[in-house]
C-alpha cells in the first residue's frame, strides 16, 4: 500500500518538475518582454506624453502578467523543494522499507 502510494508521489514529482520548468519558461520570456519595453523607452529619442503613457501601459500590463507567473513558480518551485527533495525521498523510502520490514 504504501509502496504504491510512494510511486504514485514519484510520478506527481516528476510532472511537477516539467510544470516548473514550463514556469520558469515562461517567466524567462516575461523577462525579455519587459526588457525590450525598457529598451524601446531608453532608446528613443523622444516620446510624446501619449507614446510616454502608451509605453507605461504596455511595462505595466507586462509586469503584471509577470507577476503571476512568478507567484506559480514560487508556488511549484515551494512544493517541489518541500515534498520532493532528495533528502526526503530517501529517508520515505526508509520509512517505507521499515514498514514491510526490510531493514537496511
Do not use: P
Not at 520558469?24 to 529598451?39: C, G, N
Not at 506559480?72 to 517505507?96: D, G, M, Q, V
Request: net charge positive; charged share 40%.
Amino acid at each position: 500500500m504504501l509502496k504504491d502510494l510512494y510511486k504514485e508521489i514519484l510520478a506527481n514529482c516528476e510532472k511537477y518538475e516539467t510544470l516548473r520548468k514550463e514556469i520558469s519558461k515562461k517567466m524567462s520570456e516575461a523577462d525579455k518582454e519587459v526588457s525590450a519595453i525598457y529598451h524601446k523607452i531608453e532608446f528613443e529619442k523622444v516620446l510624446s506624453a501619449s507614446e510616454g503613457y502608451k509605453k507605461y501601459r504596455e511595462l505595466r500590463k507586462t509586469l503584471i502578467k509577470r507577476r503571476k507567473i512568478k507567484g506559480e513558480y514560487l508556488a511549484i518551485n515551494l512544493i517541489c523543494e518541500h515534498n520532493f527533495s532528495e533528502k526526503n525521498k530517501k529517508k520515505l523510502e526508509e520509512l517505507i522499507d521499515q514498514s514491510q520490514g526490510k531493514i537496511k
